[in-house]
């Protein structure tokens, strides 16, 4: 069974675009859930998405938005970009939001010059 | 609010001693508690979680943590570490009731001198 597939793997982008970033979960899979790693600031948790409906929201600004389509797939996207935005963003799916056990994919590295 | 705090922002043992980095939490409500490794330039991967059955919990590559309430902690360990064990550890808690909602640890970078 393939894993969570993240694309891009890699982007750069300037300061005041936009980006939209894809997660496909592993099949079967219906919640995937975002983080974004930055050196300074860890691991942080975006949303959490679950029959196209988002379930949890983490501490960010309404710059960052995502969504989930009937497939279960989801994108990510910020708008406005800042420097401070640069950071590994990771996808991670689970069966369901009670399943506990979450699956990571690679990541999408973004650079915001 | 839950919390996790990991003591140790870089380990570094031999090859073949014990390795044992710390976790200690926060969490109003009886927690799931998990650790992930990350190699370089890759996602994270799960080594072991506590659902509150066994308070010692066996993992993958010889892990293994054991929960303990009284000292909300939840420290990993391995007996002897090898090479391949040199990674980014992090110690992660959700709350049944938030889904699957993780709060990260700073992370523990592990170096294995040969």
């Known amino acids: 069974k393939a894993g969570v597939t993240q694309t891009p793997r890699y982007l750069i982008k300037t300061r005041g675009q936009q980006v939209t970033l894809s997660c496909s979960p592993i099949s079967g899979h219906r919640s995937v859930s975002w983080y974004q790693q930055t050196p300074g600031q860890g691991l942080q948790f975006l949303f959490e998405y679950f029959s196209e409906t988002q379930r949890n929201k983490g501490n960010f600004p309404g710059r960052f938005s995502g969504r989930q389509f009937s497939n279960s797939r989801s994108e990510m996207n910020v708008s406005t970009l800042e420097l401070g935005d640069s950071a590994l963003y990771l996808c991670a799916s689970s069966l369901e939001p009670s399943s506990i056990e979450q699956f990571f994919g690679p990541g999408t590295r973004l650079t915001v010059l | 609010a839950q919390s996790v705090t990991q003591l140790g922002s870089h380990v570094s043992v031999s090859e073949g001693a014990l390795v044992l980095l710390r976790c200690n939490y926060s969490?109003?409500?009886?927690?799931?508690l998990f650790w992930y490794v990350q190699y370089p330039n890759q996602g994270l991967q799960l080594l072991l979680k506590y659902t509150s059955a066994a308070t010692l919990v066996k993992g993958i590559n010889g892990f293994e943590a054991e929960f303990k309430k009284s000292e909300t902690s939840f420290h990993l360990t391995k007996p002897s570490a090898h090479m391949s064990d040199a990674a980014e550890y992090f110690c992660?808690?959700?709350?049944?009731?938030?889904?699957?909602?993780?709060?990260f640890g700073g992370g523990t970078r592990l170096m294995v001198k040969p």
């Open positions: 969490s109003s409500v009886p927690p799931y």
């Open positions: 992660a808690v959700s709350e049944g009731n938030a889904g699957n909602m993780l709060t």
